[in-house]
């Protein structure tokens, strides 16, 4: 975490500069089943929303639509809406419930 | 070699009786038992109640036996007498004695919880045993909640065990949850989630809520001390197509485990009132790359349906709640049973079987999964899975060439079949969208072949 968090403020000073973002997104659970990885790099043009990036992600995975109703949706290990921005490096993570024991 | 059938035979009855000897001493003396702890619980009771003249000066309630069971956690100094004594006082229901239940209701079991109940409808079965560690090779074919309870009554005979033997539903949720401080949520299903959340909300109890699938699990502790319930999270149930259980899409036994632990683990802390519970959080396990996530989660939404600012969710709409309608789930894991052909487009498995022997040419497909096929498959099966079975009709029609079945009758002979006889309706749909008007399934399946044509084959 420290090392991210150390990375993310040097890329803000940046961030302004650039026409795009570079993210990490996280696969947890039926997520990842349908992507087939358990995290990707994504590029999105800067100012982009966390919605933004879903699009993006259903448009190269269209399985995921059904999930978006029902996840946690989370940046760098904190919960965060449709609606925030998305930085540079930042780290997204898809998280729908389990229900199997 | 006849001789040895006849000892075969005869050892296999001798054994037979033998066991339901020992299962009916087994149930004397768990009733005994029973009788004789609800005995020494009460002289103990009354013992401490009558003679505080003790000649040991402890300022606390555990007695000789208690502390030198528990010294380890007595040794503990953020734990201490304190600790213990909370335990003790406090009761936990644990629902589902599988492979969450399992190690949880071990672990508090041995911890002291004071009253432990466990609830659980179903009986042990021989696939249950390569996760849900608290049940042995004994006691298949026998209620859950039955192997569970003398499983934890072994380990801790000072303890309260309590079996709820019931399917649990909104008709008796509210008065069973009642009963306990805490609830342990290591249900299997969608619905189920919903509906013990909703009840702690209703009811005031804290939820450790745990969920294991695949190589992943998920912790997190729900409506305590005015944090988010499952519902804040989760407003809208996910699609059924997103709710897999273990018993299709598989899970690593360890995996439950592991999240079982840390639920009695979270349990204990809240019992014990020590530590800071995970509360607005939600723990991640990635078995594969054995990574232990803690995200931050939201708050109690003020808009929660059930626990908001303006939810009015009383105990009556709880029980009129149908919660297998809201999630488009049911409530049991028994899997569902579709109906989507006509009877003429189906076949039972033993007409196949007349079929085949009589030497009829046929083009059987299988449409698992990949890896589903590789644990067992019908002779001369074709697997096709039906998430590729529309790109892959010219290998159908090639293998029906090949049998020397005429375009006449398209498709005639040729059958289709799945674990239990859902994917092979939904694969004979698309046969008949694309030409193969003839086509059937097999109905029930795998599991239907190995119950009516040939029991040595195997299930899973």
């Known amino acids: 975490m420290d090392v991210t968090e150390v990375k993310a403020e040097n890329a803000d000073s940046q961030s302004s500069k650039k026409e795009s973002v570079k993210i990490k997104v996280l696969f947890f659970a039926r997520a990842r089943d349908i992507v ?66 | 070699m006849e001789a040895n059938g006849g000892d075969v035979a005869r050892i296999r009855s001798e054994l037979k009786s033998l066991k339901a000897a020992k299962s009916d001493i087994e149930t004397r003396i768990s009733g005994l038992e029973a009788q004789l702890r609800d005995l020494t619980l009460l002289n103990a009771s009354t013992v401490s109640n009558g003679s505080v003249t003790g000649d040991s000066s402890c300022n606390h309630e555990l007695s000789p036996d208690m502390i ?56 042990v079965e021989l696939n249950n045993m390569h996760r849900q560690v608290i049940h042995t090779e004994s006691f298949i074919g ?36 009642n009963q306990y401080d805490i609830i342990v949520d290591a249900t299997d299903n969608a619905p189920s989630r919903y509906m013990i959340s909703d009840c702690c909300v209703v009811l005031g109890k804290p939820l450790v809520s745990g969920a294991a699938l695949g190589l992943e699990g998920q912790l997190t502790v729900y409506n305590y001390n005015g944090g988010p319930c499952y519902r804040c999270l989760f407003p809208t149930p996910p699609p059924t197509t997103a709710c897999q259980r273990c018993a299709d899409s598989g899970v690593l036994g360890i995996v439950p485990g592991i999240i079982g632990c840390l639920q009695a683990l979270e349990a204990i802390k809240i019992a014990s009132a020590i530590g800071e519970p995970l509360s607005g959080r939600m723990l991640l396990f990635d078995a594969l790359s054995a990574r232990i996530r803690t995200v931050k989660i939201r708050g109690r939404s003020l808009d929660c349906e059930v626990c908001g600012e303006n939810a009015a969710f009383t105990q009556k709409q709880f029980r009129d709640f149908d919660y297998e309608r809201f999630t488009q789930s049911r409530l049991s894991t028994a899997p569902s049973k579709l109906n989507l052909l006509p009877a003429e487009s189906r076949i039972s498995s033993r007409e196949l079987m007349e079929k085949i022997v009589k030497g ?43 049998e020397g079945i005429t375009d006449s009758e398209k498709g005639a002979n040729l059958y289709v079949v799945c674990r239990r006889g859902n994917d092979s309706q939904r694969a004979v749909q698309i046969l008949h969208s694309k030409g193969f008007t003839s086509a059937r399934d097999i109905t029930g399946g795998l599991e239907a072949w190995a119950r009516d044509v040939d029991p040595k084959f195997p299930t899973y």
Do not use: W
């Open chain 1, 36 to 101: 087939g990885l358990p995290s990707m790099p994504l590029e999105v043009s800067s100012g982009s929303t966390a919605s933004d990036c879903l699009n993006k992600l259903v448009a190269l995975f269209p399985g995921l639509e059904e999930l978006r109703g029902c996840m946690v949706l989370a940046v760098n290990e904190e919960y965060t809406t449709e609606s925030a921005i998305i930085k540079e490096e930042d780290e997204l993570a898809i998280i729908p419930p389990i229900s199997g024991g």
């Open chain 2, 68 to 123: 030198y069971r528990y010294s380890r956690h007595l040794l503990l100094p953020s734990f201490g007498v304190q600790g213990q004594s909370n335990i003790l006082k406090s009761s936990i229901l644990v629902i589902g004695a599988g492979g969450l239940g399992s190690p949880a209701l071990l672990y508090l079991a041995a911890s002291g919880v004071g009253r432990l109940g466990v609830v659980d409808h179903d009986i």
């Open chain 2, 142 to 177: 026998q209620p859950k909640v039955k192997s569970a309870a003398t499983a934890c009554r072994s380990i801790n005979s000072m303890i309260k065990i309590v079996e709820h033997q019931v399917a649990l539903r909104t008709s008796n949720a509210l008065e069973i949850l």
């Open chain 2, 360 to 402: 009829e040419p046929y083009v059987l497909v299988d449409v698992r999964p990949e890896h589903h096929f590789r644990i067992v498959s019908l002779p001369n099966a074709v697997n096709i899975p039906l998430s590729s079975l529309e790109a892959r009709l010219p290998e159908i029609s090639c293998a029906l060439n090949k």
